[in-house]
């Protein structure tokens, strides 16, 4: 069984909220609570729109203009900042990982995940995965990202299954499901806040849960 990363195994909803705690120790001073949600919304919405981008100095840079900060970050530490900072915001429910760990005594576990090796790296290590995994692909490090089929035939080649055999986890329709559906791969969509489908993307079965799951190993 294969998973994606960043909103899959990990939440990243909750990391993004305590780098936004870690900002407004650093840089802020007495904020009250309605100007803090207003930031919050607003730091949420640079980041996303940064998401798959490397360079966070953007998200910085605008949430400090909008929001003048008591200190203000120099431009050029913004970028090391945010890459020691930010991977050690994620951690793994045990929830989940008390399933992953089911599911590895039963079957090849591996993740697929999009992203830069550094910060990819440093966020399996912080959140205790490193060694839960037969094998784990980030894009930049092998020079391809899904939706790319030749990602998951990677994967294939180094767990060494046949595609019929194997499911992917994800929560991105057209990089996750769509993406190992071109290499002969079942998709599992873990879609936890029940978003509705609007794409002629069909999964193999979707998920709100990841107890879910075990019912697939049968």
């Known amino acids: 069984m294969l998973f994606d990363?960043?909103?899959?195994?990990l939440n990243r909803d909750l990391a993004?909220?305590?780098?936004?705690?870690i900002i407004l120790e650093k840089c802020y001073e007495g904020v009250p609570h309605p100007a803090k949600d207003?930031?919050?919304?607003?730091?949420?919405?640079?980041d996303k729109g940064s998401y798959g981008d490397n360079n966070k100095i953007n998200v910085l840079e605008s949430l400090f203009d909008k929001f003048p900060?008591?200190?203000?970050?120099?431009?050029?530490?913004?970028?090391?900042?945010?890459?020691h900072h930010f991977p050690r915001c994620f951690s793994i429910n045990q929830h989940t990982l008390t399933i992953v760990n089911t599911i590895k005594h039963h079957l090849k576990v591996g993740?697929?995940?999009?992203?830069?090796?550094?910060?990819?790296?440093?966020?399996?290590?912080?959140?205790g995965l490193t060694h839960y995994f037969d094998t784990i692909i980030i894009s930049e490090e092998v020079g391809m990202s899904k939706p790319d089929k030749r990602i998951f035939d990677l994967a294939l080649?180094?767990?060494n299954v046949q595609p019929e055999d194997v499911l992917f986890?994800?929560?991105?329709?057209?990089?996750?499901?769509?993406?190992?559906?071109?290499?002969?791969?079942?998709?599992?969509?873990?879609n936890p806040n029940r978003i509705?489908?609007?794409?002629?993307?069909?999964?193999?079965?979707?998920?709100?849960?990841?107890?879910?799951l075990i019912s697939y190993m049968t």
């Open 111 to 127: 993740i697929i995940t999009n992203g830069f090796t550094q910060r990819q790296k440093a966020k399996i290590m912080n959140s």
């Open 38 to 46: 207003e930031m919050l919304h607003r730091f949420k919405e640079y």
């Open 157 to 159: 080649s180094k767990l």
């Open 196 to 212: 509705k489908n609007d794409t002629d993307i069909k999964p193999y079965g979707e998920i709100d849960s990841f107890d879910r």
């Open 5 to 9: 990363l960043d909103d899959t195994l």
């Open 169 to 190: 986890v994800g929560d991105d329709l057209e990089k996750d499901i769509s993406g190992c559906q071109h290499a002969h791969i079942k998709g599992i969509w873990f």
């Open 16 to 21: 993004v909220d305590k780098m936004f705690s």
């Open 69 to 83: 900060p008591h200190y203000r970050l120099p431009r050029h530490d913004i970028q090391d900042f945010w890459n």
